[in-house]
């Protein structure tokens, strides 16, 4: 199911950042602690009352040589297009200016709900004093105080109740897989590409994203897949030509539907900063991943070329090392064929059960080469380990002390259990517990 969007619009200073701070708490963070996991913090995720949402702060977007009105009117409209609810927020100090007014103007158009939040209300005056916001046409404004946390809870829970309502998902066995990647690594090809080359039964289906559409089609050992096609979507094309930033938003929307994500380099151009956004976010909500360099025709080769560049991927990408790599040409096809049966095995890899004695049997063969380590005298024991969840697989471990299972330990287990079983492609969880 995909998250709800709040997304914050407003004109510059009047605190985005800082509501966009506070409604995301501690949850702007680094999942591991390892070496080339990028966040945007543009985009975040967070939850109130147990609903979980996805937040965007358009104040976090930079456009160069654009004219100041033009760039509030690109975030608005992004905005428009991308969130189920938008949070339009004004400063009490300054009052209703004629920047908020316009701002107005461009969210008069959007079907989608709009909550009018006024920030800066830091004392019971500022607060009282706000009827002046009822003329910009948005219902009752809201206070709050960004620098305080005031009246955030308000805010929060009318945002949650315009929340569009949860459709129970049909039965569909099909593999959901998504291409992503920065534009112009050539995403749009490679799912023409693949249509074109596997000789399929194609439908298309409305999707449950606004104004995309998924791509069913069968493969030649009668495997059912939906391809969840970013690439496709059609939105006021400059707008998003001009704010690359909000590629990975959009992305994440897909990511969130996948079974199988396509993390899809330029092999001409190499790896940006931006292919390792993309990827991360894929790598933290736990989807499967294979790493698809296209354009491969383009480069001149020697017996080396391959590995050298597979390398340079896995220095890049040191948190994938688990994701396989393949290097296709949407243009020429090579390689195309395989990408059917290699997301079919990384989501039955994504889904794969382990009996609980055979990991313990796992675990006790790791601490025999492998002795726990100790800290300050004290001894790390293991007593059990046991799965508790698919998509990504999931282990319990059972420790006397979850300060002594330091990272690069958790690490070394995780590497025990891809050497005994098949997850290639899927990232694995591991949560300590402590044994009472």
């Known amino acids: 199911m995909t998250k709800p969007v709040i997304a914050i619009v407003g004109r510059p200073n009047v605190g985005k950042s800082t509501i966009f ?40 977007i930079e456009i160069s040589d654009a004219p100041f009105m033009e760039q509030i009117k690109q975030q608005a409209e992004i905005a428009i297009d991308e969130a189920d609810v938008i949070i339009f927020l004004v400063s009490a100090r300054e009052g209703v200016t004629d920047a908020d007014e316009r701002v107005a103007q461009i969210l008069y158009r959007a079907d989608t709900p709009i909550l009018l939040g006024v920030n800066k209300a830091d004392n019971p005056e500022q607060r009282q004093d706000i009827f002046d916001f009822y003329s910009l046409g948005f219902g009752e404004p809201i206070a709050v105080s960004g620098a305080h946390g005031q009246g955030l809870g308000d805010l ?13 998902d049909d039965e569909d066995d099909s593999i959901k897989f998504s291409l992503i990647g920065r534009p112009n690594v050539g995403k749009s090809s490679l799912v023409n590409a693949m249509l074109k080359e596997e000789r399929v039964i194609v439908s298309q289906i409305e999707g449950t994203t606004r104004d995309a559409i998924d791509t069913k089609f ?18 006021r094309g ?10 990975v938003m959009r992305a994440l929307r897909a990511i969130d539907r996948s079974d199988v994500v396509l993390v899809v380099l330029n092999a001409e151009e190499g790896i940006r900063e931006q292919d390792k956004k993309v990827a991360g976010y894929a790598h933290e909500a736990g989807r499967g991943i294979i790493i698809v360099v296209n354009k491969w025709d383009t480069l001149k080769k020697d017996n080396h070329t391959m590995q050298e560049f597979e390398n340079h991927i896995r220095d890049q990408f040191q948190y994938l090392d688990y994701a396989p790599i393949v290097f296709v040409s949407a243009k020429t096809g090579v390689r195309l064929q395989n990408l059917p049966a290699m997301i079919e095995q990384v989501s039955e890899n994504q889904n794969r059960r382990i009996q609980s004695a055979l990991l313990n049997e796992v675990l006790i063969d790791a601490t025999t080469v492998t002795p726990t380590p100790a800290i300050n005298g004290k001894r790390l024991r293991i007593y059990y380990m046991t799965q508790v969840a698919v998509q990504p697989p999931t282990f319990v471990v059972f420790v006397n002390d979850v300060n002594l ?21 899927t990232p694995i969880h591991l949560i300590p517990r402590q044994r009472k």
């Open 21 to 60: 701070n506070r409604i995301a708490g501690e949850r702007i963070s680094i999942v591991e602690d390892t070496p080339g996991v990028t966040r945007d913090r543009i985009y975040t995720t967070s939850e109130w009352l147990g609903h979980e949402f996805s937040l965007i702060d358009t104040g976090g």
């Open 156 to 168: 929060l829970d009318a945002a949650v109740a315009k929340f569009p309502m949860e459709d129970e």
């Open 218 to 235: 069968t493969a030649e050992d009668n495997q059912e897949f939906t391809m969840i096609d970013t690439a496709g979507i059609r939105k």
């Open 238 to 247: 400059k707008v998003y030509e001009n704010t690359e930033k909000y590629a």
């Open 405 to 425: 299972l330091h990272f690069s330990y958790q690490r070394f287990l995780k590497n025990q259990l891809r050497k005994t079983f098949d997850f290639t492609g």
